[in-house]
């Protein structure tokens, strides 16, 4: 599995990286892959409005509705390795601009989905966006975590996915406004059953807001093709040529094994499993509110609450990040496991206002999750750390077995779904109290 993601050479690209580094010229580059990571989160999220929506033009119970976003994240296992194959072919730059279109196709089949009502279109257009998106994700977030130096990486990896943050945090004020606050369904009651006329009407009320994401996107792809964007590096910036180092490098590789990084080993489930925490909570959370004995909301009033939810995420990672740079990643990551699954108790059980500001406020707990067991889990792995990027990015397929807690929701009730989510916290916190210790030398051991 390791081995076409290990030809996506990071080693490769150090020279360059390091030169524009002692120029202080790979800012601007950060910057502009800032508004990547807001893209993605951007359209990401779309999907936790597009979702109820669905429900009610497909008449979908949430089984049904869930397997929508687990068929998006299933994407990320697809197209993990041809992504770090067209990476090594065409170069970084060329493989974000392609990466760009992929989505800007995607998005484009969600108009013709509206068209012709179809199930099958949606997954599909879905399906290829969120191919996309993973090849945006397995050079972005690597590029990220070793561009500086190795022991300011988390802090560093959380203060660019706060823009990410940003485009999850905007994105239900978008979705709500032109998909829900413009069809029947979003203004209907809980439990309303739509004429086959509404549900044309609300099919088609999707094009608007994807003809103007598609738009964006190809405006990005132009400005990222016309820009000098450093190679991607790693942190030490030897002075070999390009050549001379990635020879060097892959001889270094055949002697190392991944799977003698216990950080790694047990990083990767951790991103997979709390990928199943963060899209079950927010693919379910509208329906959640909406519901009499929790908010008693419209889906369109519920979408300005989850506006609330992924607020937090980017009030989270701000914070995360200041905090890291007092205290140790691993102790910042147990902390937010914690609260967590203290608030997701709460959520299974409480009712009324209690029951939704706690799922509320589980955005702030989770802000920091990713990132951070991103780096925590390539500490460490020196010339092995693209390979291990790339089973970190293909763990976010996590997110597919969201399918299971919709499965829970119809037969043990929705509120009762989110102690899976619990359950998620408790691996979180397991990882960052033993698991990202690389063997017995412990977290703190040198990055790559």
């Keep these: 599995m390791a081995g076409p993601i290990a030809r996506v050479d990071l080693s490769a690209a150090r020279t360059a990286a390091a030169v524009a580094r002692d120029r202080g010229g790979y800012g601007a580059a950060l910057s502009l892959l800032a508004s990547l990571f807001f893209m993605w989160g951007f359209i990401t999220v779309i999907n936790n409005t597009l979702l109820p929506h669905l429900r009610s033009v497909f008449d979908l119970d949430y089984t049904q509705t869930t ?66 998106i993973t090849l945006l994700q397995v050079a972005a977030n690597p590029y990220v975590a070793v561009v500086g130096p190795s022991e300011s990486a988390p802090a560093r990896l959380n203060l660019v996915q706060a823009f990410n943050s940003l485009g999850t945090t905007l ?83 055949a002697g190392l094994s991944l799977w003698r990084h216990r950080n790694l080993v047990l990083g990767v489930p951790a991103i997979f499993i709390y990928l199943i925490a963060e899209i079950g909570v927010s693919n379910l959370f509208i329906n959640f509110v909406a519901q009499p004995e929790i908010g008693g909301l419209t889906h369109a009033q519920a979408a300005r609450y989850l506006f609330l939810l992924w607020g937090g995420m980017m009030v989270g990672r701000f914070v995360g990040s200041y905090l890291m740079q007092r205290q140790t990643a691993e102790a910042v990551l ?14 299974a059980f409480a009712a009324g206002p209690v029951a939704m500001w706690a799922l509320i406020s589980v955005g702030l707990f ?47 009730g929705l509120q009762h779904a989110f102690l899976i989510t619990a359950a ?22 040198e990055g790559a």
């Design 67 to 132: 397997l929508i976003e687990s068929v998006w994240f299933i994407a990320y296992f697809v197209a993990s390795i041809p992504a770090a194959k067209l990476i090594a072919r065409v170069g970084y730059k060329r493989a974000l601009v392609t990466g760009l279109g992929i989505m800007a196709l995607g998005t484009l089949g969600m108009v013709l989905a509206s068209h012709q009502v179809s199930y099958a279109i949606t997954l599909t257009a879905l399906f290829v966006i969120a191919s996309g």
């Design 171 to 253: 994105a239900p004020l978008f979705g709500g406004y032109l998909i829900l606050g413009r069809s029947a369904s979003g203004n209907a009651a809980a439990g309303t059953v739509l004429t086959p006329a509404e549900r044309l009407a609300d099919a088609q009320s999707v094009q608007l807001p994807y003809l103007i994401v598609a738009a964006i996107l190809v405006m990005l792809a132009v400005v990222i093709a016309r820009f000098p964007l450093p190679a991607m590096g790693g942190a030490d910036g030897a002075a070999a040529p390009a050549a001379k180092i990635a020879k060097t490098a892959k001889a270094e590789r």
């Design 334 to 347: 147990a902390g937010a496991a914690i609260g967590a699954c203290a608030v997701m108790l709460v959520a």
């Design 366 to 412: 989770h802000a920091i999750m990713f990132p951070t067991i991103f780096t925590l889990g390539i500490r460490g792995l020196g010339s092995l750390t693209e390979a291990g990027s790339g089973l970190l990015i293909m763990a976010i397929a996590g997110g597919s077995l969201v399918v299971v807690q919709g499965w829970a929701a119809d037969r043990f």
């Design 424 to 445: 998620c916290e408790l691996y979180v916190l397991f990882y960052a109290l033993w698991g990202c210790r690389p063997g017995a030398s412990g977290c703190r051991s």
